[in-house]
């Protein structure tokens, strides 16, 4: 009980003096995640938005792929953009394998099914006579599109918090694709996986609390959000 008691008092100590390599950790797996989430954002709202409201040949085909894609491991994501990164991969020249680059591309292919899946059951809950009606109004179809965004952005905030929170506490593509470099490419999860391994517990407890916080911080905004948009009677 003491051994706990003082590891949890070292790991707040790391957290609250500042400690470069810990704050570093911390900021690379931020930044790292932040970009991804933004480059995968748009064009699978966009994804979603037509899965809902197109009607097309394929559609079912890819809604079922896109469902499917939420089930593949973090690590077969891993495997597969490593073996095309790698030397001897069709994209081997362009030296991305352990690169910031490399893990912004493994947590976009992470986060994509999810925020496509999760965003098409978003506009799914709007009737289609939603987007008829603001067509028929004499809106365009890109002020439609945001009418529609509007009346579900709830759902598509969750789809956003939900990806997030994959890709930034993923920790099986991050290594093969970051390789777990100091000050270059570990992020939260890779230095908890590592300190764990070694022993040291007290940075794997802070960064943990990082992650910890970090939810509930996402969840406590979605909630407030919400009850900000209710309408109350």
């Known amino acids: 009980m003491e051994s706990l008691t003082t590891t949890i008092l070292e790991a707040l100590t790391l957290l609250f003096s500042g400690d470069t390599e810990l704050w570093t950790i911390i900021g690379i797996s931020f930044r790292i995640s932040t970009t991804a989430i933004i480059i995968a954002m748009i064009p699978a709202v966009f994804i979603g938005f037509v899965l809902a409201y197109a009607d097309f040949p394929g559609r079912r085909l890819l809604i079922s ?7 593949v491991p973090a690590v077969v994501v891993g495997l597969t953009l490593y073996i095309v990164l790698s030397r001897q991969g069709p994209l081997g020249e362009w030296k991305l394998l352990f690169s910031q680059t490399a893990m912004v591309i493994g947590q976009v292919a992470l986060s994509f099914p999810i925020l496509v899946a999760m965003s098409h059951s978003a506009f799914q809950s709007v009737e289609i006579r939603a987007w008829d009606t603001a067509r028929t109004l004499g809106r365009n179809p890109l002020s439609a599109f945001f009418i529609i965004m509007k009346e579900v952005r709830f759902g598509l905030l969750g789809a956003l918090f939900a990806g997030y929170g994959r ?26 996986a590592m300190e764990t391994s070694k022993g040291e517990f007290a940075q794997g407890i802070a960064l943990g609390i990082i992650l910890v916080s970090m939810a509930f911080i996402l969840t406590m905004s979605l909630q407030y959000m919400q009850g900000k948009g209710s309408i109350r009677t």
């Open 65 to 71: 792929i896109s469902n499917t894609l939420l089930a």
């Open 167 to 192: 890709i930034i506490a993923e920790v099986g593509a991050s290594m093969m694709l970051g390789g777990n470099i100091l000050n270059s490419t570990r992020n939260i999860p890779t230095a908890i």
